[in-house]
């Protein structure tokens, strides 16, 4: 991948193109030569809330959020953030009558917020222990996961089937895709020795897995980054004509 002369990783479109610019293998060879200025974008465009937005100064998003601290966990510079005002903004987003999260300050909630936002607390969780926090649980997330889970199941289900927005609402693909996505967030917590399950209702509920950064299953992540290091690195020079 490579850039324009006139593009840089601090154009108004920097932090979409942060998160889906990347590739699936952690040490990132096929980004180019702009991934040494890439941390700094997210950087600049984390506000006073705490959250990020898409261009430095904008209200912070949840999904220019997810998208920016995805692209920093992904290049292993997620330290650059102000991860305690960061987790301050996240954590306020969950709403606590509904239990579902909105995206930004004073907006109503939002099934797809069920990832955007509650994905965040798995990178930070991961962050903050890296730190060293003694103070971080081993057996749940920073959020209520059976209050999200109840929104989604009770409030964001079709009775035709699929997921919505809110109760009103009508459902697509969009919000099917991150309603259940934020559900198996919120029902799995860490992995390995550490996993620890929190399904609300009956066990027909439970979803696999996901990814908190690529929202796959961890196996096919794994899988990627193994196809992705056995490549080589395609050069930077343009091809021959």
């Known amino acids: 991948l490579s850039l324009a002369p006139w593009q840089s990783c601090s154009s108004p479109r920097s932090i979409p193109m ?5 590739a699936p293998s952690a040490p990132c060879p096929y980004v180019g030569m702009w991934v040494p200025s890439c941390p700094l974008s997210p950087c600049r465009c984390q506000n006073w809330e705490g959250g990020i937005g898409g261009v430095p100064g904008m209200e912070a998003h949840g999904g220019y959020t997810f998208c920016g601290v995805a692209a ?3 290049l292993k510079q997620e330290h650059l953030l102000n991860l305690r005002s960061l987790l301050h903004w996240v954590t306020s987003r969950q709403m606590r009558f509904e239990g579902g999260f909105q995206g930004r300050c004073n907006k109503l909630v939002d099934g797809c917020y069920s990832f955007w936002q509650a994905g965040l607390l798995p990178l930070l969780h991961r962050a903050l222990h890296a730190k060293g926090d003694p ?8 959020f209520d996961q059976s209050a999200l ?3 989604i199941l009770l409030c964001c289900q079709c009775p035709a089937g699929g997921l919505l927005d809110k109760p009103g609402k009508s459902r697509d693909f969009y919000h099917t895709c991150y309603c259940l996505s934020g559900l198996a967030i919120a029902q799995h917590f860490g992995s390995g020795d550490l996993h620890h399950e929190v399904v609300l209702g009956a066990p027909e509920n439970r979803l696999q897995a996901t ?8 196996e096919k992540v794994v899988r990627a980054v193994m196809h992705f290091l056995q490549q080589p690195v395609p050069s930077l020079e343009p091809a021959a004509e």
């Not at 942060?18 to 990347?22: E, F, M, N, R, V």
């Not at 103070?135 to 920073?142: D, P």
């Not at 990814?211 to 961890?218: E, K, L």
């Open 18 to 22: 942060a998160s889906s610019g990347l």
């Open 72 to 74: 920093l966990v992904i």
């Open 135 to 142: 103070a971080l649980s081993m057996t749940h997330w920073m």
């Open 149 to 151: 889970q109840e929104y």
């Open 211 to 218: 990814h908190p950064v690529y929202n796959i299953t961890p």
